[in-house]
């Protein structure tokens, strides 16, 4: 499976940008999907995730900001993020996991991410 995640860009404190990851295949319905950033000089943290059995999570930094959704096929992730601030910069990738496996492990190779960039 390969992952493509697209929507990143330029934005000023305050905008709001929709990402996108393209599935080249429907993802394992028990998997958990889930958006990470890369931001500069920090490790890659998971920010939001979703999955049929525990819903959504959301890391504290992006709770009330930051929403993920996905299409009935498992084919498409959306993370719809407002409220944007500096802090949210970084290089966006999806992923997903097995059920019961460590939060920092992935299931498919990692893309190239997609850049947001959010200015004061």
């Known amino acids: 499976v390969q992952l493509q995640a697209s929507g990143g860009g330029l934005v000023k404190a305050g905008g709001s940008l929709r990402l996108s990851c393209a599935a080249s295949?429907?993802?394992?319905?028990?998997?958990?999907t889930g958006w990470y950033r890369q931001s500069p000089g920090k490790q890659r943290e998971l920010v939001a995730s979703?999955?049929?059995?525990?819903?959504?999570n959301y890391a504290d930094s992006v709770k009330g900001r930051f929403a993920i959704s996905r299409n009935k096929a498992k084919t498409t992730v959306y993370l719809q993020m407002n409220s944007l601030q500096p802090e949210d910069t970084g290089t966006y990738y999806c992923n997903a996991r097995g059920p019961g496996w460590p939060i920092t492990s992935a299931r498919y190779p990692w893309g190239q991410g997609t850049q947001v960039t959010v200015s004061s």
């Open positions: 979703i999955s049929s059995s525990l819903g959504t």
């Open positions: 295949r429907s993802l394992f319905s028990s998997d958990i």
